[in-house]
């Protein structure tokens, strides 16, 4: 098993190293935004810790939930390792020597040395509690348990059998959840409450987030070889015949929201929406400057579109009846739904938390930022796509040039409500209908660029 891990890790940073310079420039920009992020971090536990030492966990309580949802969160699961979990089966190992490269294996990836950086940082907080010892205990096994029930979730998610009724299970969580805030406006029972009761003296607390990860390790130890054993849940399960009469729509909002950026967009805009539902004092700039950071994080999807079709996606296009404006439509409106369709309920509960002002000037930003990833994202497309995998990829420079076109959006949003909130409206809908007017002169040239420079953009996607 050692031997395995060891040509995991080279074959993964080999990979990394020679995957061009997108890849190097996207690892490289991931590390310059983790040390900003950490650092806000480390002021935010400082603050979390200063009131759960005042008695008020109401924070700690947000934090708690939030750390656990990121042990479940699947981007443990690296893309792009070369000993994938399906192919374990084809190794001569144990059963136990098998669960343990899945749960090692995890750590390959930088993804996941954030992670473990932001779940070791939340002991600190938790410290602070009445009884140190049994809290720390408590949240020490609560994480394990998590990081245990996503790995279970994550193969179990593989197989036909399953996919469907996990999906069910966390629409109903979600559901319960709203229901339960919505009637009686506390927090609901969440399984990260446990922390705060062993720290307050509760021992069975301890003793219950034992069993739980106990459970949660058996079924993560069974979910694997389950997994082995039933057929992978296939990416065109349908027949031949009604796969070709989906729309060019639904195929590319099915290709699209397979992508590791969009998973990563709707978790963190569930984040920031239970933020909004929860917070006795939520900060209206917190939602804006959230809105550019989600599009700074979803901004591949659109600056190599074609990136996730390869060359027999663009085959595909060539033989379709189909003018070149309309395959970049389709592309441009599954991306809109996608990507920015958490614009739409975060506006909503701006506007009940804020006010109608700011609600829709939340909601002018987000499509001012729609408008404005697109419109680059259709030049960037044609004139350097890129082969990807399981995450979008895309150029370096072309993504910092993004970052400051979303800088100057946001910026100037958080600027029109804090100079003139009575007319920030106004000027957002002026900067819509600009960004929009840029939008429709991308659209029309990368449509005709595509149809005259077709040979050249497959030769870059093989």
Known sequence: MAELLKWQWLAYWRRILRGGTSVKGNLLVMGLLAVPALARYGTFLRDVRKQTAEGNTSLLEILLAALLLLC?????????????????????????????????????????????????GGIWPVLALRHPLHSAAAYLFLMAAGFAAGLAVSDLSQTAKAALPIRLAWLALAVGAGLWWAWTRTFPPLPSHLVILAGAGQWWAILFAVILAGIAAYCARCALPWMLKHSPRKGRSRPARS??????????????????????????????????????????????????????????????????????????????????????????????????????????????????????????????????????????????????????????????????????????????????????????????????????GSLWWSAGYFGRQYERIRQALS
């Open 243 to 440: 796969a070709r009469r989906m729309s060019l729509l639904s195929r590319e909002l099915r290709l699209q929201s397979k992508l590791a950026e969009v998973r990563k967009n709707w978790l963190i805009s569930s984040a920031l929406g239970l933020y909004l539902v929860v917070a006795d004092r939520p900060e209206p700039d917190a939602l804006r400057v959230m809105l550019g950071v989600l599009a700074f994080l979803s901004i591949a999807v659109a600056m190599n579109s074609f990136g996730f079709d390869g060359v027999p996606g663009l085959d595909r296009f060539l033989l379709m009846p189909l003018k070149s404006i309309r395959i970049f439509l389709a592309k441009n409106r599954a991306f809109a739904i996608a990507v920015c369709g958490p614009t739409l309920p975060l506006a909503i509960l701006a506007a009940w938390r804020f006010g109608w002002r700011e609600g829709t000037a939340d909601l002018l930003e987000g499509c001012a930022l729609c408008f404005a990833m697109l419109a680059w994202g259709n030049i960037t497309s044609v004139l350097r796509p890129e082969n990807a995998g399981s995450s979008a990829g895309g150029n370096v420079i072309d993504q910092f040039l993004a970052i400051i076109i979303i800088g100057i959006t946001t910026a100037g949003a958080i600027g029109a409500l804090r100079a003139t909130p009575q007319a920030a409206p106004f000027y957002l809908s002026t900067l819509v209908v600009v960004f929009a007017a840029l939008y429709a």
């Open 72 to 120: 479940l969160q699947p981007g443990w699961d690296a893309a792009g390792l070369a000993i994938g979990t399906r192919d374990m089966a084809r190794f001569p190992l144990s059963a136990p020597h098998r669960f343990g490269l899945r749960v090692l294996s995890r750590f390959v990836s930088p993804i996941s040395w954030a992670f473990v950086a932001f779940i070791a």
